[in-house]
């Protein structure tokens, strides 16, 4: 009776399933060999808002072209969520759907990206559907002589188009127009003067800053790193290139990249340094609270997004925007004043099933139509919000002015300063500068950051900042265009091999179960005294059914494992001697990996270091919650109440305990320094030092001491009371107790928390990727974090995968040597 309740509960339960399992709407309307499904993919999950108004559009007229002639496809299209936190730096949900054969149709990726994975064939090419569609004269056929030179070319590599852009923005000098005039900075009529040089900026900084009575910045009148610059901005304005011309050479260290960061931090030394700068920064806030529009900024360069913002935060605001200021020796030589732009453009994976109608989508989507209903939409939830509508830039030239002529130029509401400002925007756009195209573009970005941050803390000079950039960059630049020789592998081997050990583990397993031989020989070999005659006892009828009810318990758990532990594991272990990028065939390189590790990989001894000093954390760890449970342990009124309150903050959610101490280390206005500013003692930077920001993630560690004390309640819980009453006896005071009674019979624990410890902090990644990035400069770069970058940003997996072991093996040899000593000084009770 019994068994056929199980089967009938479980039948039931596999029905209850299948009928809640989600199910496509499919159309009954038409025949479903009529309906064509196009998958998106974006950067915001699904499609909402304006861009489903174009889609409905794209939709309906597919519709009216099949009724009118129903050998044409009616298309539907499909969008879901994105989980990635940045579809572009961590790609790998995109990646593996192209390499499994199952990616959208059609991806919406940022511009500067499509090429590093396009030469490695994560996308298609989009050159035969454009030259089709030319030849074919259909109207408004995405094609070079309608976009911005920059937009477009930004999507191309090696003289093949990957990707249509479908948004730009670019950067100028936004300035308080009161804060200029107060500081007596204006022309002959008495009006604010923009800076237009280099020179003319750095004084600007120094004289429209301002300081309290303690020295302490309480206005910044110009940050070189503040708004949306980067050394991209300063190194285009002095005429430098980051890439060769055959995209062969990182230039990053070339000297008029160099003199750019040189100036920058120049620039921040006359204000007191960046990390004096960066700390008052950290108290900025964003929408009304934004620092330029309070004041606490005077200049900065940003982005054109900044329009429609300070028209619906900052209309009491007198601001003027002006191009970004170039070096004088550059004006003189009549160049162009430069900017730099972004965006995001339609791409279709290589390995696309409905690539036609990917086109197509991008076709419409790209059109007037479209546009002009995506703005019309927009426009409309502006208006009914009660907000100036204000239009994105777009990188199609003659909707580009279309647009901000009919709604800003033309428009009697809005303010002439956000016309104006407006205007310089886009007379930047045709001579606009675009990050390089190159397969090393995520890698690129991250050590123009890391050289950048490495300069302006004065770590290093900004020559040495970017030599160490150009290496790292050089080096994978030339990993990617000359790809180690090896032979491919073949996937059956892989699971031939794991299909014979999972054989010759279950044979091994069968004979040590079944034969008395067998069992005799290990337990010689082992030295093992009890086991066999456990083992002995399985042959009996009583045993076997046990043995056979315990296998059928374990089997999900063992399944699970080889499944997605033990195959995983493996497969890791091959990849890490492999040349293996995801989307195509790994190639055996040996130990290449391993040999690159060891001494061209200039950042793992850094992240290795800094791993290795988040050990301190663990004793001070382990010392604060054994001191939390010996408070605890004490027999007094309300003790359940006092042990929630200080387990809680270890079941508070990682980011949401990352969020919270963002906030107290914050090294102006945050808890923490205002305590101890009450001491008449200044606080640290913190987070935004190099120096503080490895000990303030120890500190917050500290906080989830909560956690262990409940291990060590549990040890002392286990300690008798006789011991404490024969050594009270014998006059032992409090401190001697603890010493000679408590500790010795704590050691047991003692050593779980330490080799559990130990194991974590290797592992350490979340607090740094949700609170630092890997800053400041490089300092909570851990090696896990460092491992995450290469697997998933730059998606070398192979390599990560020899960075796994790596990490595998430091973590088995200090948990073998604490394990080889432990009997040294830990205590049993049963020895």
Known sequence: MGRWRFWVILLLGLGLLWLLHPRRELRTDVPSESVVEIVYMGPGGPISGAMADAVREFERRSEVAHAQDPSKPIYHVISGQNAARDQVADPTRFLISVAGGTPPDVIWFDRYAIAEWAARGAFAPLDPFIDRDLAAQRPETPSADRYFGSCWNEARYRDQVYGIPTSVDDRALIYNRDLLKQAGLVDANGEAKPPRTWEELADYAVKLSAFDAEGNLTRVGFAPQFGNSWLYMYGWMNGGRFMSEDGKTCTINEPRIVEALTYMTEVYNRLGGYAKVAAFQAGFQGGELDPFIQGKVAMKIDGSWQMPFLAAYGRNVDFGVAPPPMPQKELDAGKPQVTWNGGWAYAIPATAKNKDAAWEFIRYMTSDRAMTIWMESEREVAEAQGRLFLPRQLPMKHLNDAFFERYVYSSPLIPDRIKDGCRVYNRLLPDAKFRPVTPVGQLLWNQHVSAMEAALYQRVTPKEALDTAAAIVQRDLNRVLSPPKGRTVQWRWFFLSYAVILLVLGTAVYLLDTHRGW???????????????????????????????GWLCVSPWLIGFIVFGGGPMLFSLLMSFCEYDILNPPRFVGLANYQWLFTNDRLFPVSLYNTLFMVIGVPLGMSVSLGIALLLNLKIKGMAIWRTFFYLPAIVPMVAASILWIWIFNPSGGLLNRMIGFLGVQGPLWLQSPVWSKPALILMGLWGAG?????????????????????????????????????????????????????????????????????????TLFYVYHLFNYAFRYGQMGYASAMAWVLFLLVLVVTVFQLKFSKRWVYYEAD
């Open 519 to 549: 069992r005799q020989r290990l337990a010689r070999i082992f030295r093992l005294k009890q086991v066999d005659a456990v083992l002995e006892g399985s042959s009996g009828g009583y045993f076997r059914s046990q043995w056979k009810t």
């Open 707 to 779: 956690g262990g004390m409940i291990i060590w309640l549990a040890g002392l819980k286990g300690i008798s009371e006789q011991l404490y009453e024969a050594a009270s006896l014998d006059g032992a005071n409090a401190w001697q107790q603890f010493r000679h009674i408590t500790l010795p019979q704590l050691t047991p624990y003692i050593f779980f928390n330490l080799v559990m410890g130990m194991i974590g902090t290797f592992q350490i990644f979340g607090q740094a990727f949700i609170m630092t990035q890997g800053g400041p400069d490089n300092s």
